[in-house]
């Protein structure tokens, strides 16, 4: 008879818990209990779903509670495959935010490259399929979003202004072509 292995005497010494078992098994075991119960152990519950607002901001002795300092903001620039993550004061501005993308897209070296870098020359959407930009004055802490879309303003080309011009000729000769009309009828 060949002897077993002291191993596999331990397989045998496992034993299966039933499901009703398992449930009244805590994870970590009994000697790591003291990671899961506090903050930040193993198993943290976020800050939002034990503690109330009030407590996570505390009234500050003026009767001001405290407020966000920093805020971290994705800015999608035009043609760029990601975002740049920017992390900016509350009270900065739009203009702010605008210099700061572009800085760290040019910081960076990502591609596609820039055809300007003076941030007069972009505008701020809150996404590409928005029209209207936002104002440059405006405070980061009130547009309720986190997420932009940085574009290149439409700068009007001399093709533009001489097709404005044919435009306006062309729908001058058809308004006098119209008057015509109404004279021979």
């Not at 008879?1 to 499901?19: F, H, Q, Y």
């Not at 399929?129 to 009130?142: M, P, T, Y």
């Amino acid at each position: 008879m060949i002897p077993r292995a002291p191993g596999s005497r331990r397989l045998s010494s496992i034993r299966v818990l039933s499901t009703s078992e398992r449930t009244q098994q805590t994870f970590p075991p009994e000697h790591h209990s003291d990671i899961v119960q506090r903050r930040g152990g193993l198993v943290a519950v976020p800050a939002r779903l034990t503690t109330s607002w009030s407590s996570r901001f505390p009234v500050v002795s003026d009767g001001i509670s405290q407020r966000l300092t920093k805020l971290l903001l994705n800015v999608n620039i035009e043609s760029s495959l990601g975002p740049v993550h920017v992390i900016m004061p509350s009270d900065n501005t739009v203009n702010d935010l605008i210099k700061a993308a572009i800085e760290i897209y040019v910081k960076e070296k990502r591609r596609p490259l820039l055809e300007e870098t003076d941030p007069k020359f972009f505008q701020l959407h809150y996404s590409q399929f928005c029209l209207e930009s936002l104002r440059a004055g405006e405070k980061l802490i009130n547009l309720g979003s986190r997420n932009f879309f940085l574009c290149l303003k439409k700068r009007p080309s001399s093709s533009d202004t001489f097709l404005s011009g044919k435009a306006k000729l062309a729908s001058e000769t058809l308004f006098s072509l119209t008057k015509l009309g109404e004279l021979l009828l």
